[in-house]
T-cell receptor
Framework: SAVISQKPSRDICQRGTSLTIQCQVD?????MFWYRQQPGQSLTLIATANQGSEATYESGFVIDKFPISRPNLTFSTLTVSNMSPEDSSIYLC????????????FGQGTRLTVV | AQSVTQLDSQVPVFEEAPVELRCNYSSSVSVYLFWYVQYPNQGLQLLLKYLSGSTLVKGINGFEAEFNKSQTSFHLRKPSVHISDTAEYFC?????????FGTGTKLQVIP
Protein backbone atom coordinates (compact mmCIF):
# COMPACT_ATOMS: atom_id res chain seq x y z
CA SER A 1 0.00 0.00 0.00
CA ALA A 2 0.96 3.65 -0.22
CA VAL A 3 0.59 6.43 2.33
CA ILE A 4 -0.16 9.82 0.84
CA SER A 5 0.24 13.14 2.61
CA GLN A 6 -1.55 16.08 1.06
CA LYS A 7 -1.16 19.70 2.11
CA PRO A 8 -2.91 21.95 2.88
CA SER A 9 -5.93 20.06 4.15
CA ARG A 10 -8.11 23.10 3.60
CA ASP A 11 -7.83 26.73 2.61
CA ILE A 12 -9.96 29.77 1.96
CA CYS A 13 -8.63 31.92 -0.85
CA GLN A 14 -9.49 35.18 -2.51
CA ARG A 15 -10.63 35.13 -6.11
CA GLY A 16 -7.92 35.85 -8.60
CA THR A 17 -5.18 34.27 -6.48
CA SER A 18 -3.49 30.89 -6.89
CA LEU A 19 -3.05 27.96 -4.54
CA THR A 20 -0.49 25.17 -4.79
CA ILE A 21 -1.39 21.79 -3.32
CA GLN A 22 1.34 19.34 -2.41
CA CYS A 23 1.19 15.56 -2.53
CA GLN A 24 3.90 13.43 -0.92
CA VAL A 25 3.97 9.62 -1.18
CA ASP A 26 5.92 7.30 1.10
CA UNK A 27 7.11 5.15 -1.81
CA UNK A 28 8.12 5.63 -5.41
CA UNK A 29 5.22 5.54 -7.84
CA UNK A 30 5.15 5.89 -11.59
CA UNK A 31 1.85 7.62 -11.99
CA MET A 32 0.15 10.18 -9.81
CA PHE A 33 -3.33 11.49 -10.45
CA TRP A 34 -5.15 14.66 -9.51
CA TYR A 35 -8.92 14.64 -9.06
CA ARG A 36 -11.51 17.30 -8.36
CA GLN A 37 -14.62 16.61 -6.34
CA GLN A 38 -17.09 19.45 -6.62
CA PRO A 39 -19.72 19.87 -3.90
CA GLY A 40 -22.19 17.00 -3.98
CA GLN A 41 -20.56 15.40 -6.99
CA SER A 42 -18.25 12.53 -7.82
CA LEU A 43 -14.58 12.57 -8.61
CA THR A 44 -13.40 13.95 -11.92
CA LEU A 45 -9.89 13.28 -13.15
CA ILE A 46 -7.99 16.50 -13.85
CA ALA A 47 -4.69 15.08 -15.06
CA THR A 48 -2.13 12.34 -14.79
CA ALA A 49 1.32 13.39 -13.60
CA ASN A 50 4.27 11.36 -14.83
CA GLN A 51 7.79 11.93 -13.61
CA GLY A 52 10.02 13.35 -16.30
CA SER A 53 7.29 14.39 -18.69
CA GLU A 54 4.46 16.86 -18.93
CA ALA A 55 1.19 16.00 -17.28
CA THR A 56 -1.63 14.61 -19.38
CA TYR A 57 -4.84 16.62 -18.97
CA GLU A 58 -8.38 15.37 -19.34
CA SER A 59 -10.93 17.06 -21.50
CA GLY A 60 -12.04 20.32 -19.96
CA PHE A 61 -8.85 20.92 -18.00
CA VAL A 62 -5.88 22.95 -19.24
CA ILE A 63 -2.34 23.44 -18.08
CA ASP A 64 -2.66 27.21 -17.73
CA LYS A 65 -5.40 26.79 -15.15
CA PHE A 66 -4.04 23.68 -13.40
CA PRO A 67 -0.25 23.55 -13.79
CA ILE A 68 1.26 20.38 -12.36
CA SER A 69 4.80 19.58 -11.31
CA ARG A 70 6.30 16.13 -10.83
CA PRO A 71 9.94 16.61 -9.89
CA ASN A 72 10.51 13.05 -8.64
CA LEU A 73 8.80 9.70 -8.06
CA THR A 74 7.39 10.60 -4.63
CA PHE A 75 6.12 14.16 -5.01
CA SER A 76 3.75 16.25 -7.10
CA THR A 77 2.05 19.62 -6.90
CA LEU A 78 -1.15 20.93 -8.41
CA THR A 79 -1.70 24.68 -8.70
CA VAL A 80 -5.16 26.14 -9.07
CA SER A 81 -4.57 29.44 -10.85
CA ASN A 82 -6.57 32.64 -11.02
CA MET A 83 -9.24 31.15 -8.82
CA SER A 84 -12.94 31.86 -8.99
CA PRO A 85 -15.75 30.64 -6.71
CA GLU A 86 -16.42 27.86 -9.24
CA ASP A 87 -13.08 26.35 -8.27
CA SER A 88 -14.35 25.66 -4.76
CA SER A 89 -13.95 21.90 -4.49
CA ILE A 90 -12.05 19.11 -2.85
CA TYR A 91 -8.85 18.30 -4.70
CA LEU A 92 -7.50 14.79 -4.27
CA CYS A 93 -4.15 13.27 -5.06
CA UNK A 94 -4.09 9.59 -5.97
CA UNK A 95 -1.48 6.98 -6.81
CA UNK A 96 -1.52 3.41 -7.93
CA UNK A 97 0.32 0.72 -6.04
CA UNK A 98 3.59 -0.23 -7.66
CA UNK A 99 2.94 -3.86 -6.74
CA UNK A 100 0.36 -3.98 -9.49
CA UNK A 101 -2.61 -4.54 -7.25
CA UNK A 102 -4.51 -2.12 -9.53
CA UNK A 103 -6.24 -0.17 -6.82
CA UNK A 104 -5.82 3.54 -6.32
CA UNK A 105 -4.79 5.14 -3.04
CA PHE A 106 -5.92 8.60 -2.10
CA GLY A 107 -4.69 11.45 -0.01
CA GLN A 108 -6.96 13.13 2.52
CA GLY A 109 -7.84 15.82 0.06
CA THR A 110 -7.62 19.60 0.06
CA ARG A 111 -10.88 21.41 0.69
CA LEU A 112 -10.68 24.71 -1.19
CA THR A 113 -13.12 27.56 -0.77
CA VAL A 114 -12.79 30.58 -3.02
CA VAL A 115 -14.45 33.78 -1.83
CA ALA B 1 -15.88 4.64 -23.12
CA GLN B 2 -16.94 3.42 -19.73
CA SER B 3 -19.49 4.70 -17.26
CA VAL B 4 -20.78 3.97 -13.78
CA THR B 5 -24.30 4.48 -12.47
CA GLN B 6 -25.15 4.53 -8.80
CA LEU B 7 -28.91 4.54 -8.76
CA ASP B 8 -29.42 5.86 -5.25
CA SER B 9 -27.98 9.18 -4.17
CA GLN B 10 -29.03 8.63 -0.55
CA VAL B 11 -29.94 5.51 1.40
CA PRO B 12 -31.29 5.81 4.95
CA VAL B 13 -31.26 2.59 6.97
CA PHE B 14 -31.78 1.71 10.61
CA GLU B 15 -28.88 0.47 12.66
CA GLU B 16 -28.42 -3.34 12.52
CA ALA B 17 -30.56 -3.57 9.38
CA PRO B 18 -29.14 -4.91 6.10
CA VAL B 19 -28.25 -2.58 3.26
CA GLU B 20 -27.56 -2.84 -0.45
CA LEU B 21 -25.99 -0.04 -2.47
CA ARG B 22 -26.47 -0.47 -6.17
CA CYS B 23 -23.90 0.00 -8.92
CA ASN B 24 -24.21 -0.65 -12.63
CA TYR B 25 -21.52 -0.07 -15.19
CA SER B 26 -21.01 -0.10 -18.92
CA SER B 27 -17.82 -0.82 -20.80
CA SER B 28 -16.82 -2.34 -24.11
CA VAL B 29 -13.82 -4.09 -22.52
CA SER B 30 -13.13 -6.06 -19.39
CA VAL B 31 -12.89 -3.92 -16.29
CA TYR B 32 -11.81 -4.05 -12.72
CA LEU B 33 -14.42 -2.98 -10.18
CA PHE B 34 -14.03 -1.18 -6.87
CA TRP B 35 -15.99 0.23 -3.99
CA TYR B 36 -14.54 3.12 -2.01
CA VAL B 37 -15.83 4.79 1.15
CA GLN B 38 -15.39 8.45 2.02
CA TYR B 39 -15.95 9.54 5.58
CA PRO B 40 -16.62 13.22 6.25
CA ASN B 41 -13.62 15.44 5.55
CA GLN B 42 -11.46 12.52 4.51
CA GLY B 43 -10.09 10.98 1.33
CA LEU B 44 -11.29 7.76 -0.23
CA GLN B 45 -10.57 4.37 1.30
CA LEU B 46 -10.82 1.11 -0.61
CA LEU B 47 -13.55 -1.21 0.68
CA LEU B 48 -13.14 -4.04 -1.80
CA LYS B 49 -12.25 -4.85 -5.36
CA TYR B 50 -13.05 -7.38 -8.06
CA LEU B 51 -10.28 -8.29 -10.47
CA SER B 52 -11.16 -11.84 -11.51
CA GLY B 53 -12.19 -15.20 -10.08
CA SER B 54 -14.97 -15.60 -7.55
CA THR B 55 -17.78 -13.18 -8.21
CA LEU B 56 -18.46 -12.69 -4.50
CA VAL B 57 -15.88 -10.37 -3.02
CA LYS B 58 -15.46 -9.68 0.67
CA GLY B 59 -14.01 -6.44 1.91
CA ILE B 60 -13.28 -4.56 5.07
CA ASN B 61 -15.79 -3.63 7.77
CA GLY B 62 -18.08 -6.56 6.92
CA PHE B 63 -18.96 -5.38 3.42
CA GLU B 64 -19.21 -7.64 0.41
CA ALA B 65 -20.10 -7.20 -3.25
CA GLU B 66 -21.16 -9.49 -6.04
CA PHE B 67 -20.06 -9.10 -9.62
CA ASN B 68 -22.78 -9.97 -12.11
CA LYS B 69 -21.42 -9.86 -15.63
CA SER B 70 -24.73 -10.47 -17.40
CA GLN B 71 -26.37 -7.58 -15.54
CA THR B 72 -23.18 -5.48 -15.49
CA SER B 73 -23.70 -4.85 -11.81
CA PHE B 74 -21.52 -4.75 -8.74
CA HIS B 75 -23.84 -4.14 -5.80
CA LEU B 76 -22.43 -3.59 -2.31
CA ARG B 77 -24.04 -5.28 0.68
CA LYS B 78 -23.75 -5.47 4.42
CA PRO B 79 -25.98 -7.72 6.54
CA SER B 80 -26.05 -5.43 9.57
CA VAL B 81 -24.99 -1.79 9.50
CA HIS B 82 -23.49 0.23 12.30
CA ILE B 83 -23.64 3.95 13.00
CA SER B 84 -19.99 4.17 12.00
CA ASP B 85 -20.92 3.08 8.46
CA THR B 86 -22.47 6.48 7.84
CA ALA B 87 -20.43 7.79 4.91
CA GLU B 88 -20.48 8.23 1.16
CA TYR B 89 -19.77 5.20 -1.00
CA PHE B 90 -18.36 5.33 -4.51
CA CYS B 91 -18.38 2.59 -7.09
CA UNK B 92 -15.57 2.73 -9.66
CA UNK B 93 -14.49 0.87 -12.78
CA UNK B 94 -11.03 0.70 -14.26
CA UNK B 95 -9.76 -0.27 -17.68
CA UNK B 96 -6.51 0.65 -19.40
CA UNK B 97 -5.45 2.55 -16.28
CA UNK B 98 -8.42 4.89 -16.52
CA UNK B 99 -10.69 4.97 -13.48
CA UNK B 100 -14.28 6.21 -13.68
CA PHE B 101 -16.24 6.91 -10.52
CA GLY B 102 -19.95 6.83 -9.92
CA THR B 103 -21.78 9.79 -8.43
CA GLY B 104 -21.75 8.29 -4.95
CA THR B 105 -24.37 7.04 -2.51
CA LYS B 106 -24.71 8.61 0.91
CA LEU B 107 -25.49 5.96 3.48
CA GLN B 108 -27.19 7.33 6.56
CA VAL B 109 -27.50 4.92 9.44
CA ILE B 110 -30.31 5.84 11.79
CA PRO B 111 -29.95 4.88 15.44
Amino acid sequence: SAVISQKPSRDICQRGTSLTIQCQVDSQVTMMFWYRQQPGQSLTLIATANQGSEATYESGFVIDKFPISRPNLTFSTLTVSNMSPEDSSIYLCSVEDLQGTTEAFFGQGTRLTVV
Amino acid sequence: AQSVTQLDSQVPVFEEAPVELRCNYSSSVSVYLFWYVQYPNQGLQLLLKYLSGSTLVKGINGFEAEFNKSQTSFHLRKPSVHISDTAEYFCAVKSYQKVTFGTGTKLQVIP
